[in-house]
Structure formats: structure tokens, C-alpha cells
């Protein structure tokens, strides 16, 4: 079955860098597109980054353009997400998610990034 | 990014039908049949439910149906179940040059 387990979030002091994996199985990870998606505590959802199946092509959210950077290396099936100069307001939890066609297929179960002094 | 317009809560006894909206503009809702439609049980990661407006991955019940007139599109969950409680969140393709996809505030779905 399909599994995705996003790791390397923690507590981060603003300023400071982070950097997420999202590990894949259970499917041929180098056929998908991969995306980020967000959530701020108690908010809705909010798209970050997404990263076309042979890491050729990648676009942001503008809010993080700059500051985050996808990538992945799909001989270890694992999406990666650095992060650089993290805000306040980059405190959410991070979630990894298959893309096919327009939508989001599957989800990892998230990683929390808080970025507090 | 500037969300998709829901309801903040809907709710409904069990056995009933409820409907959430989605509204959003013609560069996002309007201009796309790219809806998809989440569930989301406290603490755990976003379920597909509805996608491209009106398609059920397998395993998703048939009592979740979705559509979409103009820049609105709807889910409606019908013979409402308690596990049917939680959070729904739609999402869009936009054309927008600031973000790719646009979600909606999301809806807390209470069964009474």
C-alpha cells in the first residue's frame, strides 16, 4: 500500500534551517508528481511546492519562494523540502503528498516545524 | 494565497443529507474541472475523497458526491454517518501566477 512518512521536523529558532524528508513505498515513486502542503495550527490547508517526476520541473507558493527548496532523489524513493531564514509564521505542520492528474492522492501523516525563539 | 470561501460549520443528524460550497473565482473553481474535495479527522493527514469535481477514488462511499455550477462547486454527503465527522477541506487548480493550487478554509462537519 501507499506510504508516505515525512521526518525532520522539530523546534527551530527564526533564522535558522531545517530540512524535511518525505520517504515513499508502495508504489514506483519516480512515476509521480510530489507535492508539500502545509498547515499552520489550527488553520486550513495551503500549498507549498510541487516537483515533477524526474525533478525537472518545480514551482513554489509565492510566500516561500526563495526560502524553500524542493527536491528528491528517486533512487532512495525519498522528497525532500529545505528549508532557509524559517519565520513565525512558517510554524505548521508539513505535509508530503502524491500528486495524479490535479489532485492530491495521498498523504504522509506530517512532520510540525515550529519556529520560535 | 486567498482561500476558497466554505462554510465555517455544517451540521446534521444521522440518516440526513448535507451539502458544503466551495466558491471561488474564474481563475480557480470557474475555469477548471480540477475540484477536489478532503477529509480530515483530528491530528491525521487530509483524505481524498472527490476529485476532478465529481470522481470517487476506490474505497471512497458513494454517499460522498460532488459537483459544480459557475464558480461554486458543492460535496454533499448523504445517509450521514457519525464517522462522517470532520473537517472538509476543497482545493482548486488556479491559473494564478502567486500559487498552483488553492485550498478552502475548510468546514467542520458536526453530526448531531
Same mark, same amino acid.
Given at each position: =500500500?501507499? =506510504? ?18 518525505? *520517504? *515513499? ?7 509521480? !508528481?510530489?507535492?508539500?502542503? #502545509?498547515? %499552520? ?7 507549498? *511546492?510541487?516537483?515533477?517526476y524526474d525533478g525537472g520541473n518545480k514551482q513554489? %507558493?509565492? @510566500?516561500?519562494?526563495? #526560502? ?18 524559517? #519565520?513565525?509564521?512558517? !510554524? *505548521?505542520?508539513?505535509?508530503? %503528498? ?20 | 494565497?486567498?482561500?476558497? !470561501?466554505?462554510?465555517? $460549520? ?16 474564474? $481563475? ?34 458513494? #454517499? ?6 459557475g464558480n461554486t462547486a458543492s460535496l454533499t ?17 488556479? $491559473?494564478? @501566477? ?15
Open positions: =500500500q501507499v =506510504q508516505l512518512v515525512e521526518s525532520g521536523g522539530g523546534v527551530v529558532q527564526p533564522g535558522r534551517s531545517l530540512r524535511l524528508s518525505c *520517504a *515513499a513505498s508502495g508504489f514506483t515513486f519516480s512515476d509521480y !508528481t510530489m507535492h508539500w502542503v #502545509r498547515q %499552520a495550527p489550527g488553520k486550513g490547508l495551503e500549498w507549498v *511546492a510541487v516537483m515533477s513554489y %507558493a509565492e @510566500s516561500v519562494k526563495a #526560502r524553500l527548496t524542493i527536491s528528491r532523489d528517486n533512487s532512495k524513493n525519498t522528497l525532500y523540502l529545505q528549508m532557509i531564514s524559517l #519565520r513565525v509564521e512558517d !510554524t *505548521a505542520v508539513y505535509y508530503c %503528498a502524491r500528486g495524479t492528474g490535479t489532485t492530491f492522492d495521498y498523504w504522509g501523516q506530517g512532520a510540525l516545524v515550529t519556529v520560535s525563539s | 494565497q486567498s482561500a476558497l !470561501t466554505q462554510p465555517a $460549520s455544517v451540521s446534521g443528524s444521522p440518516g440526513q443529507s448535507i451539502t458544503i460550497s466551495c466558491t471561488g473565482t474564474s $481563475s480557480d473553481v470557474g475555469g477548471y474541472n480540477y475540484v477536489s474535495w478532503y477529509q480530515q479527522h483530528p491530528g491525521k493527514a487530509p483524505k481524498l475523497m472527490i476529485y476532478d469535481v465529481s470522481k470517487r477514488p476506490s474505497g471512497v462511499s458513494n #454517499r460522498f458526491s460532488g459537483s459544480k455550477s454527503i448523504s445517509g450521514l454517518q457519525a464517522e462522517d465527522e470532520a473537517d472538509y477541506y476543497c482545493s482548486s487548480y488556479t $491559473s494564478s @501566477s502567486t500559487f498552483l493550487y488553492v485550498f478552502g478554509i475548510g468546514t467542520k462537519v458536526t453530526v448531531l
